[in-house]
Every structure is written in C-alpha cells, then in structure tokens.
C-alpha cells in the first residue's frame, strides 16, 4: 500500500503533449471550459497544461475541485503574479493579490464592510433593499420606453447600468448611471474587462506578445486604458468623501474603508490607496457579475415562454397584482428561486474562477503539485457533471423543486458558480439578493418576448463571465405599474 502510495506520489501530473514556445494555447478553443472538460475525460480530473511559459493545473468535477478549495484550502488560496493583475485598481486590488497575512487582512475588511451595508440589522437590510427596488422599477420603465409599438431590443446596456447603480450607491451613497454620461460610457466598455482577466486568456503567458503588433497585445493595452479610466472615477469619488469625511456619521461603504484602512493606525500593512482599491474591486466584481446574470435569464425567460407563464401564474398567486414583490416573498416564490439556480448551472457564466496558484507544496487525488503553479479551477464542470445531474444539457428549473414545491437546498448547494473556499466569492449574499428581487419585479411588471424571427441562440463570449450574444426582445406591461412607494 504505501509503495504504491509513494509511486502514486511521485508521478507526473498527466496531460496532452505541449508544444514549443506556445503549448497547448493554439488547443484552447473558442470555449476553454468545453475544452478542459472533455480534456478531463481523457486524462483525468486533475491534470497539467502549459500555456506559453506557463505550467498550469486544471481542476474539473466536484470531487477533486472541493478537495483542494476545502480540505487543501490555505495551499490553494493564492493568486498568480501575472502582469495584467497588477493593473487593476491602481495594484492595490485584493482580488487579484497574492495570499499573504495582509491580503487575509484585506479581504476581512472588504467582507466585514458589505456585511454592515446589507444584512447586519434590519435598517441596512432595508435600506439596500428599496435601493434595489428602485433600481428595478427604474429598469422596467425604461424597459416599457425601449418596447414602445412593440419595438425589440437589445437590454444589455440597462442591465449594467442598473447593476452599477446598486452597487455605486452602496459605495458611494449615490448613484451615478443615469446622470453622470462619463460613467455611462465606461459602463459601454466594462464587458472588455473579463477577456483579459478570464482563464485561458494569453496576456500572462505570453509575454513576447508584447513586442510587436498583434490583437492580444491591442487588448491588453485597451484592458489597461480601462482600468486606468475606472480606477480614475473610483479615486475621484473616494477624494470628495475624503473631504466631507465625518467620523461620526459612516455615510457608506467609502466612509467605512476610510474610516478602516486611512485612519486606523494601522500595523496590517494596508495603505490609503487601498481604500480605494478595495472599492474599485467591489465595483467591478459587483456589476458585471450581477448585469450578466439578469442578461441569460431575460434570454431564457423568452426562450422559454411555457416555463414564463408558470412563473407569471405563481408570482401572481403568491403576491397578486397591487403591490410588487419584496424580499419577504423569496420564501414563497421557490420557483422563482429555482429558475435563477438552474441560470447559474446551466449557464455557468462563470465557467472558470478567476486564476488560482498553489502557496505551497500539495497533492490533490494523490497527484504531486508543486508551489507557485497556476491552477483553474473549471465551475463549469461541476454544474454539467451527468453523474451528479441528471440531463444536465437540459435547461429544467423544475430540477431544484422537491414534491411539495420547494427548493431543495441539497441540490442547490451543488450549483458551483460562486466558487468556494478561501477565496469564494464575498458577494455572493448580496448578488443573491439583487438578483431576485430585480427578477421578481420584472417578472411581475412585464412578459418578455424574442423577436419572431430570431432564433435566441445560447452561444455565448468567453472570458471571466460567457455573455449571450446579441439579442433583441420586446417587454409589455402586464398590469398596472407599480413603484417601490
Ligand atoms: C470573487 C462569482 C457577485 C465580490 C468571485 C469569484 C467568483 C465570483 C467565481 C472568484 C473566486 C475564485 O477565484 O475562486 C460571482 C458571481 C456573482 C458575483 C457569479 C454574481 C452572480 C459579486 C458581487 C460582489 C463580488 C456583487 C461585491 C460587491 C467579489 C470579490 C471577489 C469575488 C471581492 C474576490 C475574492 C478574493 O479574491 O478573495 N466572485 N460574484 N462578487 N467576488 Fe464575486
């Protein structure tokens, strides 16, 4: 046994052939996670690429991916030092930093901090609550504005704008998409953001493609103009707070890291350009997620006009039709919530995390990873795993309902999008929370439909999040208009 053991020990990690200079990145293909899944078949769940100059472990299915995020999760928790992971939010990001006393420190924080602004008493609680609402009554009218005669559109652009006003008004106290036109049009650009960051992306590993004209080097340098412009919006409004600063009355989230990371004399090695760091991380991390979560489930709402009605037929038994719905009512509406967890599976548009690297030696499946190597971690492999879900190329919310109609909590603590670990997402409470209550009320104000002859596709663009592809729908009222008043 433990010969056997060793050997197993000593092993290389297997893998497909990598050639020169380049390795495997001519394989990646137009969907990496396709790729590293059906790779995983051949090779196992845990196995190596190279990329460029770069060794890389993939992780695929449940099993291996919990092993090393939970049971192995210190070994697992740290980031590469890629170079595009210094530009964003002026290198003061906690995101895209390396494990280390003062990133725990960091992320603490950040933590602490969205916690106190959307669940830590009932008046926070409320009070992001009917921001949210707002946000969605606003959607649907503009939504109502963009369906006038029945035209069709493409609702990509509100979507972010209403997801960048919810989180700018935790941030800064006040929101910014409908009247500032310069956050506007970044706002237009924020897409571009996750084709540099995404796993698989060639910026990193790659470095001779600097030298010399190509497109990965011209999305690079767009991917730095943007972080410089959304780092500069980020700076400004943190300067205005620093100005108004009143330790007495902690305004939002600015004023709380402020209050935190500026005026703590602190010994944990953060800095004041962390403050504003730690805010451009939430921002960006907050509406790009959010915006395309809302974007598959309006494309699948209409895709699905059979599954629209049922929705509409038990949102309007659960709440009726003169006031709208509140977050009181998610209990209620399980079928709402298992359409929204069936999104997450079956999309996965987050189909990889955000580039993990080991912090020291470890194993996982009794295979020998070295310290410092870049590891993906493939989400998408656990939500299609046909061992674990039954058709899992079949979109069926209906999958995550018990006999009596309500969600089973078994089934949707399978769902990997948030990842897990050290380094899970910290907002996932809070995108919980947006995303249904913007879904409820849009459900409940309008019905959705595709434009006749347009076939909704579900390809998508790859990157940190997979985007549907351009495509047009018409929203009608259903009853009266309702405000959050
Ligand atoms: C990290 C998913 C919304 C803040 C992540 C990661 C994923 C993820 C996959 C990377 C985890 C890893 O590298 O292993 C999502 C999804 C969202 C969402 C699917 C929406 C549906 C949000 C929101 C916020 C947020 C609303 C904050 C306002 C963060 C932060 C990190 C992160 C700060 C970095 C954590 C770290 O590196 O320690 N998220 N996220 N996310 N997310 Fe989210």
Redesign the pocket.
């Known amino acids: 046994g433990l010969w056997v053991r060793n050997l197993r020990l000593k092993r290389r990690l297997p893998g497909p052939f990598a050639w020169p200079l380049v390795g495997n990145a001519m394989q990646l293909g137009q969907m990496p996670h396709i790729t590293f899944t059906r790779l995983a078949k051949k090779y196992g769940n845990v196995y190596q690429i190279r990329l460029g100059c770069s060794d890389v472990v993939v992780l695929n299915g449940d099993r291996a991916i919990r092993q090393a995020l939970i049971q192995h999760s210190t070994e697992f928790a740290g980031r590469p030092n890629f170079i595009s992971f210094q530009s964003v939010s002026g290198g003061k990001s906690?995101?895209f930093t390396n494990y280390s006393k003062q990133w725990k420190m960091h992320?603490k924080i950040?933590q602490s901090t969205?916690r106190a602004f959307s669940s830590a008493n009932s008046r926070t609680k409320k009070a992001f609550e009917q921001q949210i609402v707002a946000e969605a009554t606003e959607l649907v009218e503009s939504f109502l504005r963009l369906s006038a005669q029945g035209q069709y559109f493409n609702p990509a652009h509100e979507l972010t704008v209403a997801a960048a006003n919810v989180?700018c008004a935790l941030c800064f106290g006040k929101r910014y998409g409908h009247d500032d036109i310069e956050f506007r049009a970044l706002l237009e650009r924020v897409d571009q953001f996750g084709q540099t960051v995404g796993a698989g992306s060639l910026v990193d590993v790659m470095p001779w493609l600097q030298s010399f004209p190509n497109p990965v080097r011209r999305v690079f340098t767009n991917f730095k103009e943007l972080n410089q412009e959304f780092f500069m919006f980020v700076q400004n409004k943190v300067k205005e707070h620093r100005e108004t600063f009143d330790p007495e009355v902690t305004r939002d989230m600015s004023d709380a890291f402020i209050g935190v990371i500026d005026k703590a004399d602190n010994d944990n090695g953060l800095t004041t350009g962390h403050t504003e760091g730690t805010v451009s991380?939430?921002i960006g991390?907050?509406l790009d997620?959010?915006s395309t979560?809302l974007h598959w489930i309006i494309l699948l709402l209409a895709k699905h006009p059979e599954i629209q009605t049922k929705l509409h037929e038990h949102i309007d038994k659960v709440v009726g039709s003169d006031r709208l719905p509140s977050i009181e009512d998610r209990g209620s509406l399980a079928y709402v919530d298992a359409f929204i967890y069936e999104t997450?599976r079956f999309t996965s548009?987050?189909p990889v995390?955000?580039p993990?690297s080991t912090t020291s030696d470890t194993t996982v499946d009794g295979l020998h990873i070295p310290k410092d190597t870049v590891v993906f971690?493939n989400?998408w492999s656990v939500n299609h795993d046909p061992l674990k879900w039954k058709d899992p190329h079949v979109f069926d919310p209906t999958r995550f309902l018990d006999e009596n109609g309500s969600l089973d909590k078994d089934l949707t603590n399978n769902v990997m999008?948030?990842?897990a670990g050290k380094?899970?997402?910290?907002?996932?409470q809070?995108?919980k929370v947006?995303?249904f209550l913007f879904f409820a009320i849009l459900l409940h104000q309008c019905s959705f439909k595709k434009c006749p002859n347009q076939d909704l596709s579900l390809n998508c663009t790859y990157g940190l999040t997979l985007k549907p592809l351009d495509y047009k729908i018409t929203a009608k009222l259903r009853g009266e208009l309702l405000t959050g008043q």
């Open positions: 906690m995101t992320r950040a969205i989180i991380d939430l991390a907050g997620t959010v979560a997450m548009f987050v995390t955000i993990h971690i989400q999008i948030f990842s380094r899970r997402c910290i907002g996932d809070i995108a947006e995303i």
